[in-house]
């Protein structure tokens, strides 16, 4: 695959024209650029360059609340030789999880909680319905 201790054009082929994270299996672009079928045989060093706010110089892949799609530059060397191909990447929206969206849920509700309550006899008889009664508590309201 490799002539000359040079990158060969078979190799810079390997490299896709785009790709699109998948939260939850990709973390690290290098790694899933060097994990490509044919890539560990040729010897070369992938090295790459991020104009993506999403993926890192080192690979990282970050999944924030925006789909973000930019251009990551691979370098192929070898022997001191280099070439190199545009990726397009795109990077997903973070999708929360049920853990994440209970969270978000109970902070608003915390927020609407009084510091303190004065119950008036007659009109008070239960502090539960009282909190749920509160305005921007109701279930619909905190999602």
């Known amino acids: 695959m490799l002539s000359r201790g040079r990158p060969s054009p ?5 490299i896709p024209a785009s790709f699109t994270a998948t939260e939850g299996a990709d973390t690290n672009f290098l790694t899933y650029l060097n994990g490509l ?9 992938l090295t790459l360059t991020s104009t993506n706010a999403n993926v890192a110089s080192n690979g990282a892949i970050t999944y ?5 799609t930019g ?6 060397t070898k022997a001191g030789i280099s070439d190199t191909a545009t990726v397009a990447v795109t990077v997903p929206a973070h999708v929360p ?3 994440e969206l ?4 109970i902070a608003a509700a ?6 303190s309550i004065t119950a008036t006899e007659g009109t008070y008889t239960n502090v ?15 999602r």
């Open 10 to 14: 078979q190799t810079k082929n390997l």
């Open 37 to 45: 079928p044919g890539m560990a045989g040729t010897g070369v060093t």
């Open 64 to 68: 924030t609340g925006t789909e973000v």
């Open 71 to 76: 251009n990551v530059t691979v370098t192929v």
């Open 97 to 99: 999880t049920p853990a």
């Open 102 to 105: 209970a969270n978000t849920s």
């Open 110 to 115: 915390k927020a609407l909680l009084p510091a």
């Open 128 to 142: 539960l319905s009282y909190l749920n009664g509160l305005p921007g508590m109701g279930r619909r309201e905190l």
